[in-house]
């Protein structure tokens, strides 16, 4: 079985990646740990324009 990617340890089906509200509940968690949703808008724009790969890149290099 599969957890959830929330990090509440809990189960999941196959199917899914979170437990039914969890990826909402990440969302919004993640959210305000970069400063609200304009800053997640801006964080999906330069994800969309560099690709994701080098985005984890840089937030690795930044630990
Ligand atoms: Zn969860």
Known sequence: ?????????Q???RKSR????????LRTCFEKS????DNLIKLKRIVDKIG?????????NNR
């Open 18 to 25: 979170f437990i039914q509200g969890h990826d909402q509940k």
């Open 34 to 37: 970069i400063g609200g949703a």
């Open 11 to 13: 189960e999941v089906t």
């Open 52 to 60: 994701y790969e080098k985005v984890f890149a840089l937030l690795k």
């Open 1 to 9: 079985m599969a957890k959830c990617l929330c990090g509440c340890r």
